[in-house]
């Protein structure tokens, strides 16, 4: 379970730190430290001069391993069972913990680019498991993609953007995960979004969603060149054809 927040953390750019990590799990801080203190000891993690935690090699590639099978199995979730898109991350939570190794190969061999969760973030590690097309080019560790933003930091004047993915501290809360998708807050959607501080204003295909920014900073996005050239997506529904975001069976 650490191993995963660490990664999440670094995956959202953000310092995998202690008090981050209790937050995010509901843990108190001596526990947080204690197994802190343990992963230390057991060569998976380190901490530098400033408390954060950084994987060893060893421990990179255990949270990989971890934060694979858990996507692996919310796109079969998604794909497979048609399970609601806000219990797909608590129901792999559980999954993951149980699945075999066999069982997680045969699953990964049936998924089909972009080879993302049904969250939008990238499936690590599927090399090990024989996809040779994998997102990860060279790298089966960490993918940070430098052209996302934080909802918070993209939005302005009123601009386009397209949402990209849904962190993971938001995945655990159904009740937020239910308004994003009535909302059509989903990845692959176009929005219109406007800073109104503490909030995010967002303007999708259906309506208006008003976010704090302690949330929507959790919401990764991509800016749009020319807004004018995807006018159009408001009027129109997301694109379920697209096997790397949520299908529309479960939307």
């Not at 209790?22 to 400033?50: C, F, K, Q, Y």
């Not at 004047?157 to 937020?176: F, H, K, N, Y």
């Not at 997506?233 to 096997?243: G, I, N, Q, R």
Request: charged share 25%.
């Amino acid at each position: 379970m650490y191993l995963r927040i660490v990664y999440e953390c670094e995956e959202e750019g953000l310092a995998a730190l202690r008090a981050r990590i209790g937050e995010r799990l509901g843990h108190r801080p001596p526990t947080v430290s204690e197994t802190v203190a343990r992963m230390v000891r057991d060569g998976l993690i380190i901490l530098t001069d400033t408390r954060e935690l950084r994987f060893t090699e060893v421990g990179r590639g255990k949270a990989v391993s971890v934060m694979r099978k858990h996507r692996v199995v919310e796109r079969f979730l998604a794909d497979v069972i048609g399970l609601a898109w806000d219990q797909l991350h608590p129901e792999a939570s559980r999954w993951q913990h149980v699945i075999s190794d066999e069982v997680e190969r045969l699953i990964a061999g049936r998924l089909r680019p972009p080879f993302r969760c049904p969250h939008g973030a990238p499936i690590p590690g599927l090399e090990a498991l024989g996809v040779t097309e994998s997102i990860f080019a060279s790298d089966s560790g960490l993918l940070h993609e430098t052209t996302l933003l934080p909802l918070p930091t993209a939005a302005g004047t009123p601009s386009v953007v397209r949402i990209e993915r849904i962190g993971e501290a938001l995945q655990g809360e159904p009740c937020l995960m239910r308004m994003l998708e009535r909302a059509s807050v989903l990845p692959g959607a176009f929005v219109t979004i406007t800073s109104e501080a503490p909030e995010v204003v967002i303007l999708s295909a259906n309506g208006q969603l008003n976010l704090r920014d302690t949330s929507a900073r959790h919401i990764l996005v991509s800016r749009v060149p020319d807004s004018a050239t995807v006018a159009s997506h408001f009027t129109e529904d997301l694109d379920t054809t697209d096997p790397g975001y949520v299908m529309s069976s479960i939307r």
